[in-house]
C-alpha cells in the first residue's frame, strides 16, 4: 500500500477515520458481539454463494475471511463488511464457465489491481455518478438470475449457466421433483421468513440469531434425522485447494472479463459504503469512525480482491446485508469487521464436519430468496416515480438476456437517450376553462422551446387573465427572458398573468391580488412573517397570526385555508391519497399540552401519518379507576395501544405552562370550576415535587429555572406513573411492544430535552443539534421522540 497513499475525497473529510490509538490493542465488547453477529449471517451464505457460481465451496469462506480482514484493515468504510457478494454471482458463474475457475481467480486479481489504480487515480465518486436506476436495474437482473438458476436446486435438478435455457427448462424439472430437496427447500424458505415476525418479547429475543442461520441449521437438523439422502455441502482438502491461474483466451475477453468485475466489484462497493454512512448517521450508540473515504474504500476492495483471487477465493465486494447487521448490532469500528473474518478462518479449520451435513437445498433456497429481495419494490416504485422505467426495464433485461456488463451498458444508453428526449421534447398546451386561458408547458424549458411558447402566449387575447403552469425541473436564461417579457407586456395591456412552477407550489403574478399571502407553502418557519397590504390587513401578522401587526380576525381562517389549496395542498395530496387508502399507522402516541405555542409537527420533524397526538391543558392524564374521571384521555389511549398497535408513548411538558402556574397558585376552598376540576389530575404532580422528594428533576446543561419549570418537569414524570397505570398500557409494557418516553420543550430556548433512563434519576437530557444527547451517549434515532423510562 506504499504506492500510493489512502487519499480523501469531498465525500469524506480528514477525519474520516480517527488515528489508531497508541499502546496496547484494545477491542470493545460491541464489536465482539457485532462480529459473532455478522460471522452467523456470512457463514451460511458464503457457502450459498460458492454454490451458485459453480465454484469450489471453500472459495466462498476464503472470500470472506479476506473481506472481512483485509478489506476491512485498509478500506475507507470501517462498518462495511465485505465478503462474497450475490451481485457477483452472476459475473462470476460466466467467469468460470467461460474460462474455467483458476483463470477466474487471475481475472480477480487483475480486478483487484484495476481498483488499486482507481483509488490512486481518486475517481472513487464517478461511480456515483451512475444513474440509480441502471443500478437497482443491474441488481435486478442480478437477482432474476440467480433466483431462477437456484430454482433448478430447489426442485433437485442441476441448472444451466444462461437464464434462458433454465427458464425453458423449468417445466421439465418441475415433472421431475426431488421429493427430498423440495421438502428441505421448503423448509428453509418458511424459516427464513418466519422466524423475524416471532411476536412478543420471545421474538425479540429470538430475533438476535440470524434467521439464515437457523434456516439452514433447522433444514440441516432434519434431514439428518430424517436420514434424507440428499447431496451436501463438500469441502475438499485444503491440500487439494486450487490457487489462481493465469486467464488463457482472446485479449478482448480477457479485458471485458477483469472491467466487468472491476464495475460491478466497485460500483457495490462504493454505493454500500454510502449506505452505510446512512444508517451510522441514524443510529443511536456512539461510534469511533466517520464518514467513509470512498477512494480508500476502492484500495481496500482492491487488495481484497488480489489476496482472494491469489489464495483461491470469489471476488469480494462490500455486502448489504452483513454491513447493516453489523451496524445495527453495534459496531464500533473496523475491529468487528476484522474479527468476523478471523470467525470465518476459525470455522473453516474447525468446523468441516458440521458444515459438510448442510443440504445443498437448504443453501439454494437461501441464495434464491437473496436473488428474490434484490427486485426491489422499493426501487421499482422510486423509478416508477422519477419517470426512469425505461432505463430500469432495459438494464434488467439487459442482464438477463445479454449479461452484466452488457445490460448497464444498454442502460446508461437508454438513461442518455431518455435525459436528451426529456431535454429537447417540450410539450406545450393551450386551453380556456371557466374563462381563464390555461397555458402548460411539460418538460424542460429551454431556447429550442422558446418559438412554441411565443406562438402560444401571443394566441392569448389581450385583458385576459392566465395561468401559465411550469411543470419541468430546468428552465434557462432565453426561456425566462421571454416568460417574462410577455408577462410584463400583457399585465400593461390590462391582463393579469400567473406564472406557477407545478414542482414547488411558487406562484407569481403580473398583478398580485392585495388580499392573498404570497409566502411559499412550507416556507421555513423561523422568523415567517407573511407580508399583507394595508387593504388586507393593518400591519404584518406572523405566523401564528398574532405577531407583527393587529390583522382583523374576519376572513383569517378563510385565508389560512385558501393558502393551504392553492400552495400546500398540491405537495401533500399524493401522500394523504395513500394514507386515506392505507389507514393511520402511526407509530407514536404523542401526548402534551393544548398550549398554541407548541406545534407538535415542527418539533420533533414529524409529518401526516406519524404521530397520534393527543392534547389538553396540562399535558395531564387522570389515573384509572377515580371517580368522575375524565374518559377522554383512557379512550385515546386504549384506541391507540390496543387498536392503532403504537410502540411508543410520550409525554411532553413545556415552560411556561399556563396550568403548572395555576396549580402553584390555587387557593384552598376556591369554586370548583370546570378548569379547576380538571386540573385535579395535576396535584399528584405538586404533591411529589413540595414532599420532599429526593429525586428532583434535573436539567444536564442547566440549573432548573424556577418553580413552574420545575413543577412542568415533576409532572412529566407522575404523568407517566398515572399513564403505566392504564391496563392497555401495563398489558403492553409486560409484552415488551411498548415504551414511554418522558420530554421536555422549552419554548424561549426552542430546545428539546429528553428523559433518561433507569438509573438516572429524574434527569432531562439536552438533545444537541446534531442529534446527541448532552451528557449522555446512548441517542435514539429520530424516529422515537424520547429516552427509555
Given at each position: 500500500?506504499?504506492?500510493?497513499?489512502?487519499?480523501?475525497?469531498?465525500?469524506?473529510?480528514?477525519?474520516?477515520?480517527?488515528?489508531?490509538?497508541?499502546?496496547?490493542?484494545?477491542?470493545?465488547?460491541?464489536?465482539?458481539?457485532?462480529?459473532?453477529?455478522?460471522?452467523?449471517?456470512?457463514?451460511?451464505?458464503?457457502?450459498?454463494?460458492?454454490?451458485?457460481?459453480?465454484?469450489?465451496?471453500?472459495?466462498?469462506?476464503?472470500?470472506?475471511?479476506?473481506?472481512?480482514?483485509?478489506?476491512?484493515?485498509?478500506?475507507?468504510?470501517?462498518?462495511?463488511?465485505?465478503?462474497?457478494?450475490?451481485?457477483?454471482?452472476?459475473?462470476?458463474?460466466?467467469?468460470?464457465?467461460?474460462?474455467?475457475?483458476?483463470?477466474?481467480?487471475?481475472?480477480?486479481?487483475?480486478?483487484?489491481?484495476?481498483?488499486?489504480?482507481?483509488?490512486?487515480?481518486?475517481?472513487?465518486?464517478?461511480?456515483?455518478?451512475?444513474?440509480?436506476?441502471?443500478?437497482?436495474?443491474?441488481?435486478?437482473?442480478?437477482?432474476?438470475?440467480?433466483?431462477?438458476?437456484?430454482?433448478?436446486?430447489?426442485?433437485?435438478?442441476?441448472?444451466?449457466?444462461?437464464?434462458?435455457?433454465?427458464?425453458?427448462?423449468?417445466?421439465?424439472?418441475?415433472?421431475?421433483?426431488?421429493?427430498?430437496?423440495?421438502?428441505?427447500?421448503?423448509?428453509?424458505?418458511?424459516?427464513?421468513?418466519?422466524?423475524?415476525?416471532?411476536?412478543?418479547?420471545?421474538?425479540?429475543?429470538?430475533?438476535?440469531?440470524?434467521?439464515?442461520?437457523?434456516?439452514?441449521?433447522?433444514?440441516?437438523?432434519?434431514?439428518?434425522?430424517?436420514?434424507?439422502?440428499?447431496?451436501?455441502?463438500?469441502?475438499?482438502?485444503?491440500?487439494?485447494?486450487?490457487?489462481?491461474?493465469?486467464?488463457?483466451?482472446?485479449?478482448?475477453?480477457?479485458?471485458?472479463?477483469?472491467?466487468?468485475?472491476?464495475?460491478?466489484?466497485?460500483?457495490?462497493?462504493?454505493?454500500?459504503?454510502?449506505?452505510?454512512?446512512?444508517?451510522?448517521?441514524?443510529?443511536?450508540?456512539?461510534?469511533?469512525?466517520?464518514?467513509?473515504?470512498?477512494?480508500?474504500?476502492?484500495?481496500?476492495?482492491?487488495?481484497?480482491?488480489?489476496?482472494?483471487?491469489?489464495?483461491?477465493?470469489?471476488?469480494?465486494?462490500?455486502?448489504?446485508?452483513?454491513?447493516?447487521?453489523?451496524?445495527?448490532?453495534?459496531?464500533?469500528?473496523?475491529?468487528?469487521?476484522?474479527?468476523?473474518?478471523?470467525?470465518?478462518?476459525?470455522?473453516?479449520?474447525?468446523?468441516?464436519?458440521?458444515?459438510?451435513?448442510?443440504?445443498?437445498?437448504?443453501?439454494?433456497?437461501?441464495?434464491?430468496?437473496?436473488?428474490?429481495?434484490?427486485?426491489?419494490?422499493?426501487?421499482?416504485?422510486?423509478?416508477?416515480?422519477?419517470?426512469?422505467?425505461?432505463?430500469?426495464?432495459?438494464?434488467?433485461?439487459?442482464?438477463?438476456?445479454?449479461?452484466?456488463?452488457?445490460?448497464?451498458?444498454?442502460?446508461?444508453?437508454?438513461?442518455?437517450?431518455?435525459?436528451?428526449?426529456?431535454?429537447?421534447?417540450?410539450?406545450?398546451?393551450?386551453?380556456?376553462?371557466?374563462?381563464?386561458?390555461?397555458?402548460?408547458?411539460?418538460?424542460?424549458?429551454?431556447?429550442?422551446?422558446?418559438?412554441?411558447?411565443?406562438?402560444?402566449?401571443?394566441?392569448?387575447?389581450?385583458?385576459?387573465?392566465?395561468?401559465?403552469?411550469?411543470?419541468?425541473?430546468?428552465?434557462?436564461?432565453?426561456?425566462?427572458?421571454?416568460?417574462?417579457?410577455?408577462?410584463?407586456?400583457?399585465?400593461?395591456?390590462?391582463?393579469?398573468?400567473?406564472?406557477?412552477?407545478?414542482?414547488?407550489?411558487?406562484?407569481?403574478?403580473?398583478?398580485?391580488?392585495?388580499?392573498?399571502?404570497?409566502?411559499?407553502?412550507?416556507?421555513?418557519?423561523?422568523?415567517?412573517?407573511?407580508?399583507?397590504?394595508?387593504?388586507?390587513?393593518?400591519?404584518?401578522?406572523?405566523?401564528?397570526?398574532?405577531?407583527?401587526?393587529?390583522?382583523?380576525?374576519?376572513h383569517e381562517l378563510a385565508r389560512g385555508i385558501s393558502s393551504f389549496q392553492r400552495n400546500t395542498a398540491p405537495?401533500?395530496?399524493?401522500?394523504?391519497?395513500?394514507?386515506?387508502?392505507?389507514?393511520?399507522?402511526?407509530?407514536?402516541?404523542?401526548?402534551?399540552?393544548?398550549?398554541?405555542?407548541?406545534?407538535?409537527?415542527m418539533i420533533t420533524a414529524s409529518g401526516p401519518g406519524d404521530l397520534f397526538v393527543v392534547r389538553n391543558v396540562?399535558?395531564?392524564?387522570?389515573?384509572?379507576?377515580?371517580?368522575?374521571?375524565?374518559?377522554?384521555?383512557?379512550?385515546?389511549?386504549?384506541?391507540?395501544?390496543?387498536?392503532?398497535?403504537?410502540?411508543?408513548?410520550?409525554?411532553?411538558?413545556?415552560?411556561?405552562?399556563?396550568?403548572?402556574?395555576?396549580?402553584?397558585?390555587?387557593?384552598?376552598?376556591?369554586?370548583?370550576?370546570?378548569?379547576?376540576?380538571?386540573?385535579?389530575?395535576?396535584?399528584?404532580?405538586?404533591?411529589?415535587?413540595?414532599?420532599?422528594?429526593?429525586?428532583?428533576?434535573?436539567?444536564?446543561?442547566?440549573?432548573?429555572?424556577?418553580?413552574?419549570?420545575?413543577?412542568?418537569?415533576?409532572?412529566?414524570?407522575?404523568?407517566?406513573?398515572?399513564?403505566?397505570?392504564?391496563?392497555?398500557?401495563?398489558?403492553?409494557?409486560?409484552?415488551?411492544?411498548?415504551?414511554?418516553?418522558?420530554?421536555?420543550?422549552?419554548?424561549?430556548?426552542?430546545?428539546?430535552?429528553?428523559?433518561?433512563?433507569?438509573?438516572?434519576?429524574?434527569?432531562?437530557?439536552?438533545?444537541?443539534?446534531?442529534?446527541?444527547?448532552?451528557?449522555?451517549?446512548?441517542?435514539?434515532?429520530?424516529?422515537?421522540?424520547?429516552?427509555?423510562?
Open positions: 500500500m506504499s504506492v500510493c497513499a489512502p487519499p480523501r475525497t469531498e465525500h469524506s473529510p480528514p477525519d474520516a477515520t480517527p488515528p489508531p490509538r497508541r499502546g496496547r490493542f484494545r477491542v470493545e465488547s460491541a464489536d465482539v458481539s457485532a462480529s459473532v453477529a455478522v460471522f452467523l449471517i456470512a457463514l451460511p451464505l458464503s457457502l450459498g454463494i460458492a454454490l451458485a457460481t459453480g465454484a469450489p465451496l471453500q472459495a466462498g469462506l476464503v472470500a470472506a475471511a479476506v473481506g472481512g480482514i483485509v478489506a476491512g484493515r485498509i478500506g475507507g468504510c470501517p462498518l462495511q463488511v465485505s465478503g462474497p457478494a450475490a451481485g457477483l454471482t452472476v459475473v462470476t458463474a460466466d467467469l468460470i464457465h467461460q474460462f474455467g475457475w483458476r483463470a477466474t481467480c487471475g481475472i480477480t486479481v487483475l480486478a483487484g489491481i484495476s481498483q488499486l489504480g482507481l483509488g490512486c487515480l481518486r475517481v472513487a465518486r464517478g461511480a456515483l455518478a451512475v444513474s440509480p436506476a441502471v443500478v437497482h436495474g443491474m441488481l435486478a437482473g442480478i437477482g432474476i438470475t440467480i433466483a431462477v438458476a437456484q430454482l433448478h436446486i430447489v426442485l433437485g435438478g442441476r441448472p444451466d449457466s444462461s437464464v434462458l435455457t433454465n427458464l425453458r427448462e423449468l417445466p421439465a424439472q418441475l415433472a421431475h421433483l426431488d421429493p427430498a430437496a423440495v421438502a428441505m427447500s421448503a423448509l428453509t424458505l418458511t424459516l427464513l421468513l418466519a422466524w423475524p415476525r416471532v411476536p412478543g418479547r420471545v421474538g425479540s429475543l429470538l430475533r438476535k440469531v440470524p434467521a439464515a442461520l437457523v434456516a439452514v441449521i433447522g433444514a440441516t437438523v432434519t434431514a439428518a434425522l430424517a436420514g434424507l439422502t440428499l447431496p451436501r455441502v463438500e469441502l475438499p482438502s485444503w491440500r487439494s485447494h486450487a490457487l489462481a491461474g493465469l486467464p488463457e483466451g482472446p485479449t478482448l475477453g480477457i479485458v471485458a472479463a477483469v472491467l466487468t468485475t472491476t464495475l460491478v466489484c466497485s460500483v457495490q462497493s462504493l454505493l454500500g459504503a454510502v449506505a452505510v454512512d446512512k444508517l451510522v448517521a441514524r443510529r443511536t450508540g456512539p461510534t469511533q469512525v466517520g464518514r467513509s473515504d470512498l477512494d480508500r474504500e476502492l484500495l481496500g476492495q482492491g487488495a481484497a480482491n488480489i489476496v482472494s483471487g491469489a489464495l483461491g477465493g470469489l471476488p469480494v465486494a462490500g455486502v448489504a446485508v452483513r454491513s447493516t447487521a453489523n451496524v445495527n448490532s453495534g459496531a464500533l469500528s473496523r475491529n468487528s469487521t476484522m474479527l468476523h473474518g478471523v470467525l470465518v478462518v476459525l470455522a473453516t479449520l474447525l468446523m468441516v464436519p458440521l458444515l459438510e451435513q448442510i443440504p445443498l437445498a437448504s443453501l439454494a433456497a437461501l441464495v434464491m430468496a437473496v436473488g428474490i429481495q434484490m427486485v426491489s419494490l422499493n426501487h421499482i416504485r422510486t423509478v416508477t416515480r422519477h419517470r426512469e422505467v425505461p432505463v430500469y426495464a432495459a438494464t434488467t433485461l439487459g442482464v438477463v438476456c445479454l449479461g452484466v456488463l452488457q445490460g448497464v451498458l444498454l442502460g446508461i444508453a437508454v438513461a442518455v437517450a431518455l435525459a436528451l428526449h426529456r431535454l429537447t421534447h417540450t410539450h406545450i398546451t393551450h386551453e380556456e376553462r371557466e374563462g381563464v386561458q390555461h397555458i402548460q408547458v411539460r418538460g424542460q424549458l429551454t431556447f429550442l422551446a422558446v418559438p412554441r411558447l411565443s406562438r402560444a402566449l401571443h394566441r392569448v387575447p389581450h385583458g385576459a387573465r392566465v395561468v401559465v403552469e411550469l411543470d419541468g425541473s430546468f428552465m434557462d436564461h432565453a426561456a425566462h427572458e421571454s416568460l417574462q417579457d410577455w408577462q410584463s407586456s400583457h399585465t400593461a395591456r390590462g391582463g393579469s398573468a400567473e406564472l406557477k412552477d407545478r414542482r414547488t407550489g411558487v406562484r407569481s403574478a403580473g398583478t398580485p391580488s392585495s388580499a392573498v399571502c404570497r409566502c411559499r407553502p412550507w416556507t421555513p418557519w423561523r422568523n415567517h412573517r407573511c407580508a399583507m397590504p394595508a387593504a388586507a390587513g393593518r400591519g404584518s401578522t406572523g405566523a401564528d397570526g398574532r405577531a407583527g401587526g393587529s390583522r382583523p380576525d374576519t405537495l401533500v395530496r399524493e401522500e394523504l391519497a395513500r394514507l386515506a387508502r392505507e389507514g393511520q399507522r402511526p407509530s407514536q402516541l404523542f401526548l402534551t399540552c393544548a398550549d398554541s405555542r407548541l406545534v407538535t409537527s396540562g399535558n395531564l392524564v387522570p389515573p384509572p379507576g377515580q371517580e368522575h374521571a375524565d374518559d377522554s384521555v383512557a379512550a385515546a389511549i386504549e384506541y391507540a395501544v390496543d387498536v392503532l398497535g403504537v410502540r411508543s408513548i410520550t409525554v411532553c411538558g413545556h415552560s411556561g405552562c399556563g396550568a403548572m402556574q395555576a396549580l402553584l397558585a390555587a387557593e384552598p376552598g376556591a369554586a370548583p370550576t370546570p378548569l379547576r376540576r380538571w386540573l385535579r389530575y395535576g396535584e399528584p404532580s405538586l404533591e411529589r415535587m413540595t414532599g420532599g422528594d429526593p429525586e428532583r428533576p434535573r436539567l444536564t446543561t442547566r440549573p432548573v429555572a424556577d418553580a413552574v419549570e420545575e413543577l412542568s418537569l415533576t409532572n412529566v414524570v407522575q404523568q407517566l406513573a398515572h399513564l403505566r397505570a392504564h391496563e392497555s398500557v401495563a398489558r403492553a409494557l409486560t409484552a415488551g411492544a411498548l415504551e414511554l418516553h418522558g420530554m421536555y420543550f422549552h419554548v424561549g430556548e426552542a430546545r428539546a430535552y429528553l428523559l433518561g433512563g433507569e438509573g438516572e434519576g429524574v434527569l432531562f437530557h439536552d438533545v444537541r443539534e446534531d442529534g446527541k444527547e448532552e451528557g449522555k451517549e446512548d441517542v435514539r434515532d429520530g424516529s422515537e421522540v424520547g429516552s427509555l423510562v
